[in-house]
């Protein structure tokens, strides 16, 4: 879901290597904790001197590690940390996806200015009644003929995607891992 966001909310950012390493649980074998450095193309950007574009470097760290679990009273869930650097300034948001009020979205611009532009940490809502998050509640309702929910579109999917098996195949290997690109049939 994190990827999505960054992706949609950057969609000029096209990815192009990842270097990750997770912790597995031992009990299930599903990755537990993991960081991440996503190196990103700006292809919005026109080439520079040196006919390199500009690069923009997403660092992406969670953990489900934290004491509890979602169906604890109080519920804990995941701690989700984010950072995406560029040349003209950088983006931060992190925060506990249960407690919207523990962190924020800030852009810091390269001359020191700060600014907040969400208050609030909001990664996904759970309803703690078993309907499960509202990802899948919004996909059922769909499917049951209700209104699409607006967000992430196929190019913000495949990118997700595409970043995600990259982060398995690097972890598994312990090197950076290339993403080749074919949007829109030509390959960059």
Do not use: W
């Not at 470097?57 to 679990?69: A, C, D, K, Q, Y």
């Not at 109080?74 to 040349?87: E, R, S």
């Not at 003209?88 to 852009?107: A, M, R």
């Amino acid at each position: 879901h994190l990827l999505a966001f960054l992706f949609h909310i950057l969609p000029t950012c096209e990815p192009k290597s990842v270097y990750c390493r997770m912790a597995m649980s031992a009990t299930s074998g599903a990755d537990i904790s993991h960081s991440a450095i996503i190196e990103c193309l700006d292809t919005s950007s026109s080439s520079s001197s040196n006919g390199a574009n500009d690069m923009v470097i997403f660092n992406v760290s969670g953990t489900t590690l934290l004491p509890g679990h979602q169906y604890h009273d109080p519920p804990i869930a995941k701690l989700v940390h984010i950072d995406v650097f560029g040349d003209d300034g950088s983006l931060h948001y992190s925060g506990n996806d249960l407690d919207p009020k523990s962190g924020q979205l800030e852009y810091r611009s390269t001359k020191g200015d700060v600014k907040v532009l969400s208050d609030t940490f909001e990664f996904e809502a759970y309803d703690n009644q078993n309907y499960g998050p509202e990802s899948i509640q919004a996909f059922v309702d769909l499917c049951c003929g209700g209104s699409p929910t607006v967000g992430a579109n196929v190019v913000d999917g495949l990118r997700s995607v595409q970043v995600i098996d990259a982060m398995y195949k690097s972890n598994a290997s312990k090197q950076p891992q290339s993403i080749v690109s074919d949007i829109g049939g030509s390959k960059t």
